[in-house]
């Protein structure tokens, strides 16, 4: 069924209207817009929890704006999908930072739009990439932070079937073989451990871009870096709770991206302070390129930080104050 010209007008496609959306707020400054853009009751699922109003996202963009103004951000993928004939879910991969410098980080929003207004988004942010590089205590960051916590949507079960239905409802049966390569690999490799897998699906010379504004590279750096965050929440698992399909020369070929939840117990390794034996509840997303059927590329966002500011809530340690969700 082909996707009603309703739901991304005035634009050409949906590939446009995120791109064009985007700037209008973050790059002109146009934060008004957010009110013709995003429903009254719009939900966002960010890393410090759930907010409900569209007034709590313009006031957190402005926050986000004021805090940085020197960096600018622009479209690296954008994967969307039809959900029907009036919506569409996108998965936008944001490369943001200073115009002169190297000082960059990414950020994956990923939206529900129906007839051109935004309903319920997931956002994550690579909070850590820009405390490393000005040398901040990370912990001192988190503790400056209260993780609200979630409602909604992200609080319920986990799709049984993702392929059909997501989060964000029924979702067309597309480039099914290779979106079960990736369920495979994410419930082979980062479920069941089996990490000498990892040759299975992707290529030998793959890249996987992460927080820290990190590039890994190879199958070894691969399991190195899934075996670094897995060692302090060693029974944790990942729950898959979207997925979007994309084929588009333009980003390379054929992309899928997944949304997913990662539930363990803090009772590992202590790389984020003195354990707690509590449960995190991490949202993360990530998109995956394809050729030839292997898996070539992955960029796997999640907030660091508001991980840490979990952790220290559940801790008992005080939040300065309250977190801008968006």
């Not at 979702?171 to 979106?179: I, L």
């Not at 082979?188 to 089996?194: G, H, I, Q, S």
């Not at 790389?271 to 509840?281: H, Q």
Request: charged share 25%.
């Amino acid at each position: 069924m082909p996707l009603d010209p309703v739901a991304y007008q005035p634009y050409k496609d949906p590939d446009d209207f995120i791109r064009e959306v985007t700037d209008l707020i973050w790059v002109d400054r146009s934060i008004s817009y957010i009110r013709e853009n995003y429903e009254p009751d719009s939900i966002v699922h960010g890393a410090y929890g759930t907010s409900t109003t569209r007034d709590e996202v313009i006031e957190g963009t402005l926050m986000r704006i004021s805090a940085t103004p020197d960096r600018t951000g622009q479209a690296e993928d954008v994967i969307w999908e039809a959900r029907g004939d009036d919506a569409f879910l996108s998965s936008h991969l944001v490369l943001s930072g200073s115009l002169l410098t190297s000082q960059h980080s990414r950020t994956i929003a990923n939206c529900l739009y129906r007839r051109g207004r935004m309903v319920e988004e997931w956002v994550v942010r690579d909070t850590l990439a820009g405390a490393l590089e000005n040398g901040d205590d990370l912990d001192e960051l988190a503790r400056a932070q209260a993780f609200r916590g979630y409602t909604g949507s992200w609080t319920e079960s986990a799709p049984a079937d993702p392929i059909a239905v997501g989060d964000s409802g029924p979702r067309p049966d597309e480039h099914r073989s290779e979106v079960e390569t990736v369920l495979d690999m994410i419930q082979t490799v980062w479920n069941e451990r089996d990490l000498q897998k990892v040759e299975k699906f992707f290529h030998r010379d793959l890249v996987l871009q992460t927080v820290g504004n990190r590039t890994i590279i190879r199958p070894e750096g691969y399991r190195r870096a899934l075996l670094r965050f897995l060692e302090s929440f060693p029974g944790g698992r990942f729950e898959i709770r979207d997925i979007q399909t994309n084929y588009d020369v333009r980003y390379a070929g054929l992309r899928v991206a997944v949304t997913w939840k990662f539930v363990g117990d803090y009772n590992g390794r202590p790389n984020y302070g003195p354990l707690t034996g509590k449960p995190v509840d991490v949202l993360g997303i990530s998109q995956f390129t394809l050729h030839q059927g292997a898996l070539v590329k992955e960029v796997r966002i999640w907030d660091d930080i508001a991980l840490r500011a979990q952790i220290a809530g559940s801790r008992g340690d005080e939040p300065v104050g309250p977190s801008n969700i968006y």
